[in-house]
């Protein structure tokens, strides 16, 4: 098989990868670039738009930077992805109102799927995108593992998935997006959620999540922490359709969901409006600002809510009152974020950071590399290639 790096080799985004043999081509992932002066350019791959030049696309896990693309490629293109993965992804294009995508069929962990002359194996990994996979595609008895995005951090125990993944294959694809940071250690998510419980533990005002909506990890965790310091969860909307899609043990404020959570809505509708009446289905699940002003709550936020947060702090007394940040530190320089975090802290909330990364750091990339015995390694999502030279060229052959 031949592998083509059509993009995100040597960079963190935008990834598109090329399997080929003489009569198949595939894709893994599909997205696109993190920087969006770059993404106004479509790149230059022929087959993939205009005609129907691919056989499938197969999408590791939901995140722009893998998916993102999938709304352009030509339709005739049968395009794969987990099953959760879809459900979070039209929950929340209907939400924005804009047109969602269709897919071919799901990816499930150790369900082949041939296409051609190739077969492509899923198997369920962890990351900060739920239902995030691994790919392996087969042909002629040769072996390529594509990592995806993922981590060793996360619930789901790391020595489960080695245990399911194949050994001794070709090649191994793997990312490396934390090997650019200096003296990176992942913390777990169940460590995290010890610190969030102790740290909220002695704070008599409100508190403040800002947070993806769509690290389902993320709102497990914070979930738990509001639970064990007796205070009820509230999910915006946004949030609200996209846990609700999803459903089952995912912390969700459906009609047969969580008590304990609620669904609250920033902007009023007229009751015509399509977003009225998502937020209606939620009954009494539902929480009005003046309910919210008297409850004890951990609140999911966005940074595009200050509005509503601060009439929120003309009902409520916002002393002693927390801001928690968690998200990767790249994200507080860009301008909005910072205007947001300096008009929170006006209002009298204490900001704090509580975050762990949904990559892999070096030791979860060496256990991988050293489990799985690759003949040769393609870096890929990294910053830094150079490393997986220096720690593993003299018995593998890496690919750059
Ligand atoms: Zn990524
Ligand atoms: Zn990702």
Sequence with gaps: MKIIIHRGQNQIGGSIIEIATDTTRILFDIGIELDDEKNRVRPNIEGLFDIKG?????????????????????????LYMGEASYKIIHASDIYKGSRTLNVAGYLKHKTPILVGDITVNPFLCDHSAFDSYMLLAESQGERILYTGDFRSNGRKPF??????????????????TTLSRVDFVSESEKELEERVVEAIKNVSGPIFVLQS??????????????????RIF???????????????SIPNPSVKGFDDVRCFLTTGYKM???????????????????????????????????????????KMSFTDGLLIYSFWSGYRKQSEMTSFLEECG???????????????????????????????????????????????????????
């Design 54 to 78: 691919f056989d499938a696309v197969f999408v590791s896990h939901y995140h722009s930077d893998h998916l993102g693309l999938a709304y352009e490629i030509n339709k005739q293109i049968p």
């Design 159 to 176: 020595d489960w998935l080695l245990g399911q993944l194949p050994t001794n294959v070709d090649t191994l694809i793997s990312e490396g």
């Design 213 to 230: 909506s769509m690290n389902i990890d993320r709102i497990v965790t914070m979930y738990r922490a509001a639970k064990r310091s007796d």
């Design 234 to 248: 509230l999910e915006d909307l946004y949030m609200s359709e996209i846990t609700t899609a999803i459903g089952g």
């Design 272 to 314: 015509e409006h399509f977003r009225y009446q998502l937020f209606d289905k939620y009954q009494a699940k539902k929480i009005s600002k003046t309910q919210i002003s008297k409850s004890s709550f951990v609140m999911c936020i966005r940074s595009s809510m200050f509005r509503y947060i601060k009439l929120l702090s003309e």
């Design 346 to 400: 006006q209002l009298g909330l204490k900001i704090i950071t509580m975050h762990t990364s949904g990559h892999a750091d070096k030791e979860t990339l060496i256990r991988l590399i050293e489990w799985i015995k690759p003949k040769a390694i393609v870096p890929v999502h990294t910053e830094n290639a150079e490393w997986f030279s220096e720690v593993f060229g003299k018995e593998i052959k890496i690919i750059r």
